[in-house]
Structure formats: structure tokens, C-alpha cells
């Protein structure tokens, strides 16, 4: 009886585990529109879930957060994942300077 419970206990984890991972899987490339609340002006990114990427360049990808740097423009990206907030940082000899937008998935 001992050693039936242990196996659906086992199978349960498993499925459960299964689950979670195809929740958080997406499939290929995710195409978001960022648009600059203040200007109106907007712009595509590309997340490649499956190649941690953003616009080809390495990705942290998190549950919460996914965040890259961009060597061409020298800027430090934040998308906040829930609410589609993106803060750009980007390092000058004058301070630097902090740009927010607003990215949701394109359809």
C-alpha cells in the first residue's frame, strides 16, 4: 500500500512538473511594440524564449523580469513582465539617462 502511494505521489510530481515548464515555455520568437508614453514614438523588440534573446542579445529571462544589454546602443533593459513596463538605462559621460516605455505582445 506504502509503495503504491509513493508511486502516484512520484507521478503526480512529475505531471506537475511537466505542467509548470509548458506554462512557462513559449513557443518561438514573442514580437512586442514599445511605445514612449511622453512621445508617442514606437518600436519592435523580438524575445526568443527558447535562445534566452532579445533582439539577438543574451537574455536574463525570469518569471518576473527579463532583462539584456544592447552593446550597439551601450543601453541596460528591464521589461518588467506583468505590466509590460521596459526601463532603459543608458551610461554617459554626462550622468546617463533613463527612458521609460510601454511593450505589449503584437498580434
Not at 12 to 21: C, D, E, K, P
Not at 69 to 74: L, R, S
Request: hydrophobic share 40%; proline share 3%.
Amino acid at each position: 500500500m506504502i509503495h503504491v502511494r509513493a508511486e502516484a505521489v512520484i507521478v503526480f510530481a512529475l505531471a506537475m512538473g511537466a505542467i509548470v515548464s509548458l506554462a512557462n515555455a513559449q513557443i518561438g520568437p514573442t514580437a512586442m511594440t514599445c511605445t514612449n508614453p511622453v512621445s508617442g514614438a514606437n518600436w519592435q523588440i523580438k524575445i526568443d524564449y527558447r535562445r534566452n534573446t532579445v533582439d539577438s542579445n543574451p537574455a536574463r529571462i525570469g518569471e518576473a523580469t527579463i532583462t539584456w544589454h544592447d552593446a550597439k546602443d551601450g543601453g541596460n533593459y528591464t521589461l518588467d513582465r506583468k505590466s509590460g513596463d521596459l526601463t532603459i538605462i543608458v551610461a554617459s559621460s554626462t550622468g546617463g539617462a533613463f527612458f521609460y516605455h510601454r511593450c505589449k505582445q503584437t498580434n
